[in-house]
């Protein structure tokens, strides 16, 4: 199924503030494009290095630009397509911090 991406905006918002990342994001969105997922597992087989997260959470981490970034998303599968929820963006520092100190995830404000 196609692959639905919710709030493209929060990429390109981190992109903004943060233009090495620009490449590694634009290529995820360019892979993203070409998804075509049926289940949770095929998740992994588009994006080798990304973790889903504990039974039934629908949570998926992406490692991105060599692991330099990290983005935690939601994901649903519907009828036609899967939608994807953009729930955090940041660096693997940030990420390793939130991890560290048991936050929750929320979307990243700029």
């Not at 943060?18 to 998804?35: C, D, V």
């Not at 599968?77 to 693997?92: A, T």
Request: proline residues 3%; charged residues 20%; contains cysteine.
């Amino acid at each position: 199924m196609r692959v639905h991406l919710i709030k493209t905006e929060t990429i390109e918002d981190f992109a903004l503030l943060n233009p090495q990342s620009r490449i590694p994001l634009a290529a995820w969105l360019s892979k993203l494009k070409f998804a075509d997922w049926q289940n949770p597992a095929d998740i992994q087989d588009t994006f080798l290095k990304a973790d889903l997260l504990g039974s039934g959470t629908n949570r998926v981490v992406f490692n991105i630009g060599g692991n330099n970034y990290r983005m935690i998303c939601k994901y649903l599968f519907g009828d036609k397509q899967v939608h994807l929820f953009i729930c955090w963006l940041g660096s693997h520092a940030e990420y390793d911090q939130i991890c560290k100190n048991g936050n929750q995830f929320s979307v990243k404000k700029y």
